[in-house]
């Protein structure tokens, strides 16, 4: 060790994340802290060890510089470990860093965590430096790798021993009670967040998570965290958010849980904690159609709830079955007019590509969000994540059609459908959100609603968007 190092316990690395050419997110790119490492840092203070975080997807350091960034900020520190945190989109890109890492520091120990180490932990052991991967929650798994449990004695945990890969068993799943310290937000540049268009009303704007896991069941997700839903209380949300508004300023709060309306009892009380405070926050939120009750979406709407995304996924009722969804058609129908009626923004997701889709459903489902008039369209084609059923499935199938996880962005067909192409999915893609986009009352209604100059430029970045995607579609329709 060189005189006047600085030894700490553990570096945090995020790779940055930049859409290909062609998907809608190119020219609307969005970008925020990562909600698991920082809690884990805090965790990880708590228990007295030293961390720092290298965010490069929130700082926006490209893969091309992150070498020359890491030796610029960090040659004069030691690190008995480096954590690298990586979702399936950036695995590949994960796999070069680490290897770059070891070159830089060959003694220091790499841990992968992260959606994509949790599901397929081999992958990881045998394409990357890794020498540990963590699977689920880390911050158990990864306080006793700094305490130096013994490898074997750490459940949550794959290693390397010789020629073979130990699995150990899953690590228990933790208690989000009042105590739970709140995420190590000074440890990144909390003002780089930028949020996706059309999600905000004000800025500044970030992410907060209220829950770990979810008890559905659906073909599609990886399910990171388990089925066992785990809550905050309202008051420690309330908490954290005074921390947000008052020491980093945001005003706006888009809440990433995977459904914020699980608790019909929680998020009332949420709500009248947030009506007596004073803070003046704007918010949106996620949930599942068969969540929705009309007096707690009022009581949403005047806590400041602006916008809430609903996983349609479908309006055929098949389709939803096929991907155990446990919601139909008229769970969604009720979802979007009752929210519509209070004044709230309807975000529909859907996907194209599902099990037992066909053209004519596709073509339906296009007719379906012209006559509930959601207010925004989110679409991707369904895209087999490690973890997921469908995943599983169509690898025992021998139906993945590529294994390069750069493409599993959600705009490429990954899997054989059984009754769709590629050129008919791009095809439904493209047309899908041309004609949900281009209807002339979205756009008289979206010209009437500019009030600003940044209401202006959202307009204009979501227009870009449109026409990058459609003429860089028709480009890949050829090409394929």
Not at 110 to 123: E, K, M, Q, R, W
Not at 237 to 258: A, N, P, S, T, W
Not at 420 to 435: E, G, N, P, V
Not at 448 to 453: A, H, V, Y
């Given at each position: 060790?060189?005189?006047?190092?600085?030894?700490?316990?553990?570096?945090?690395?995020?790779?940055?994340?930049?859409?290909?050419?062609?998907?809608?997110?190119?020219?609307?790119?969005?970008?925020?802290?990562?909600?698991?490492?920082?809690?884990?840092?805090?965790?990880?203070?708590?228990?007295?060890?030293?961390?720092?975080?290298?965010?490069?997807?929130?700082?926006?350091?490209?893969?091309?510089?992150?070498?020359?960034?890491?030796?610029?900020?960090?040659?004069?520190?030691?690190?008995?470990?480096?954590?690298?945190?990586?979702?399936?989109?950036?695995?590949?890109?994960?796999?070069?860093?680490?290897?770059?890492?070891?070159?830089?520091?060959?003694?220091?120990?790499?841990?992968?965590?992260?959606?994509?180490?949790?599901?397929?932990?081999?992958?990881?052991?045998?394409?990357?430096?890794?020498?540990?991967?963590?699977?689920?929650?880390?911050?158990?798994?990864?306080?006793?790798?700094?305490?130096?449990?013994?490898?074997?004695?750490?459940?949550?945990?794959?290693?390397?021993?010789?020629?073979?890969?130990?699995?150990?068993?899953?690590?228990?799943?933790?208690?989000?009670?009042?105590?739970?310290?709140?995420?190590?937000?000074?440890?990144?540049?909390?003002?780089?967040?930028?949020?996706?268009?059309?999600?905000?009303?004000?800025?500044?704007?970030?992410?907060?998570?209220?829950?770990?896991?979810?008890?559905?069941?659906?073909?599609?997700?990886?399910?990171?965290?388990?089925?066992?839903?785990?809550?905050?209380?309202?008051?420690?949300?309330?908490?954290?958010?005074?921390?947000?508004?008052?020491?980093?300023?945001?005003?706006?709060?888009?809440?990433?849980?995977?459904?914020?309306?699980?608790?019909?009892?929680?998020?009332?009380?949420?709500?009248?904690?947030?009506?007596?405070?004073?803070?003046?926050?704007?918010?949106?939120?996620?949930?599942?159609?068969?969540r929705v009750y009309p007096d707690l979406l009022q009581k949403m709407k005047n806590a400041g709830c602006h916008q809430i995304m609903y996983g349609v996924e479908s309006f055929n009722d098949d389709v939803l079955k096929n991907i155990n969804k446990r919601t139909n058609r008229q769970d969604i129908l009720f979802a979007i007019s009752e929210t519509r009626k209070v004044g709230i923004e309807v975000r529909a997701a859907l996907m194209l590509g599902n099990k037992g889709d066909t053209e004519e459903i596709l073509k339906e489902n296009l007719k379906c969000l012209k006559k509930t008039k959601p207010d925004l369209l989110q679409l991707t084609i369904t895209t087999?994540?490690?973890?997921?059923?469908?995943?599983?499935?169509?690898?025992?199938?021998?139906?993945?059609?590529?294994?390069?996880?750069?493409?599993?962005?959600?705009?490429?067909?990954?899997?054989?459908?059984?009754?769709?192409?590629?050129?008919?999915?791009?095809?439904?893609?493209?047309?899908?959100?041309?004609?949900?986009?281009?209807?002339?009352?979205?756009?008289?209604?979206?010209?009437?609603?500019?009030?600003?100059?940044?209401?202006?430029?959202?307009?204009?970045?979501?227009?870009?968007?449109?026409?990058?995607?459609?003429?860089?579609?028709?480009?890949?329709?050829?090409?394929?």
């Amino acid at each position: 060790m060189r005189k006047n190092q600085k030894t700490y316990d553990i570096l945090f690395v995020i790779p940055h994340y930049g859409a290909k050419d062609g998907f809608i997110w190119k020219a609307i790119e969005y970008r925020f802290h990562s909600p698991g490492v920082l809690s884990m840092a805090a965790f990880l203070r708590q228990n007295n060890f030293n961390v720092l975080v290298f965010d490069c997807n929130l700082e926006q350091i490209q893969e091309k510089d992150f070498v020359n960034e890491f030796k610029k900020r960090y040659s004069n520190y030691n690190f008995r470990f480096i954590g690298v945190s990586t979702a399936t989109q950036t695995a590949n890109q994960a796999y070069r860093i680490s290897f770059e890492l070891k070159k830089i520091l060959p003694y220091t120990k790499i841990v992968f965590g992260g959606p994509h180490p949790t599901a397929l932990p081999n992958d990881v052991l045998e394409n990357s430096a890794a020498n540990f991967v963590v699977m689920g929650e880390g911050e158990n798994p990864i306080l006793d790798i700094l305490n130096n449990k013994s490898n074997d004695e750490i459940k949550g945990l794959a290693y390397k021993n010789g020629d073979e890969i130990i699995v150990n068993q899953a690590s228990e799943r933790l208690s989000l009670n009042d105590d739970f310290p709140l995420p190590a937000y000074d440890l990144v540049p909390m003002h780089l967040c930028k949020p996706l268009i059309a999600s905000y009303k004000k800025l500044p704007a970030t992410i907060m998570l209220t829950a770990r896991g979810c008890p559905g069941n659906c073909t599609f997700c990886s399910r990171t965290m388990g089925h066992q839903l785990r809550e905050m209380s309202p008051k420690r949300i309330i908490k954290e958010l005074e921390v947000l508004y008052y020491e980093y300023g945001f005003r706006q709060i888009i809440f990433y849980d995977d459904t914020f309306i699980s608790n019909r009892e929680r998020i009332s009380e949420f709500c009248d904690l947030l009506i007596e405070s004073e803070m003046k926050i704007s918010w949106t939120c996620s949930s599942r159609v068969d969540r929705v009750y009309p007096d707690l979406l009022q009581k949403m709407k005047n806590a400041g709830c602006h916008q809430i995304m609903y996983g349609v996924e479908s309006f055929n009722d098949d389709v939803l079955k096929n991907i155990n969804k446990r919601t139909n058609r008229q769970d969604i129908l009720f979802a979007i007019s009752e929210t519509r009626k209070v004044g709230i923004e309807v975000r529909a997701a859907l996907m194209l590509g599902n099990k037992g889709d066909t053209e004519e459903i596709l073509k339906e489902n296009l007719k379906c969000l012209k006559k509930t008039k959601p207010d925004l369209l989110q679409l991707t084609i369904t895209t087999p994540l490690p973890g997921s059923k469908i995943f599983q499935e169509a690898s025992q199938a021998n139906k993945i059609l590529t294994y390069n996880w750069d493409d599993y962005e959600g705009d490429v067909q990954i899997m054989e459908h059984e009754n769709l192409d590629y050129k008919t999915l791009r095809k439904y893609y493209r047309k899908t959100y041309m004609s949900f986009y281009l209807r002339p009352s979205f756009i008289f209604k979206t010209l009437f609603s500019i009030n600003s100059l940044q209401a202006l430029k959202t307009i204009m970045l979501g227009a870009v968007a449109i026409s990058q995607m459609f003429f860089v579609s028709i480009f890949k329709s050829f090409k394929r």
